[in-house]
């Protein structure tokens, strides 16, 4: 499966990455305060069933620019297999331009942007990452948002929302 540019984009900086590799016991966290200027987690975090570890997160470069790559990974803890499931995407530039799109997970872990990665994801530790170049072409407009990453029963595995301008 093709992505465009902007869907590569919008996918990378949310997180939808997958790399299952062990990482050393940390202890996972919740505080919103922590997650840095440009996203915060959604809903109830506490019902998600990926659980980000404490500085588990990296966004690089922290004010993401048009005409370069943006880096996601995130170090947690998967507390139940995904076997499958969807990425809903629901964003507006500047309130103006909105971007609705429902895609399958699996498909998603498999393109370039995630390193070709199969489904399942095995519960417990993880390592998620994902790189695509934002378009030139994306105006520098305020972006805001939500990602949503549901599992094959409909739970959702994680929520990010978004809201920054792009530089």
């Known amino acids: ?3 465009d540019s902007t869907t590569a984009f919008l996918l990378a900086a949310t997180c939808l990455l997958a790399s299952a590799q062990p990482i050393e016991q940390q202890h996972s966290f919740m505080r919103p305060e ?3 200027d440009i996203w ?3 809903d109830n975090p506490s019902s998600h069933t990926l659980i980000a570890y404490k500085n588990g997160v990296d966004i ?3 004010i993401p620019h048009t005409g370069q790559d943006i880096s996601v990974k995130i170090n947690g803890n998967l507390l139940s297999e995904v ?5 809903s995407i ?3 530039l500047l309130s103006m331009i909105k971007v609705n799109k429902k895609l399958d997970l699996c498909s998603v872990l498999n393109s370039d942007i995630m390193g070709h990665k199969q489904c399942p994801l095995s519960a417990g530790d993880l390592l998620l990452e994902a790189k695509a170049l934002i378009p030139r072409e994306i105006p520098k407009l305020p972006l805001d948002g939500t990602i949503r990453i549901s599992d094959q029963h ?5 929520c990010i929302r978004l809201n920054f301008s792009l530089q």
């Open 1 to 3: 499966m093709r992505f």
């Open 34 to 36: 922590e997650h840095g």
């Open 40 to 42: 915060s987690l959604c």
């Open 60 to 62: 690089s470069p922290s």
């Open 90 to 92: 629901d964003l507006k």
């Open 154 to 158: 409909d739970q959702t595995v994680t």
């Open 83 to 87: 076997t499958g499931g969807t990425v």
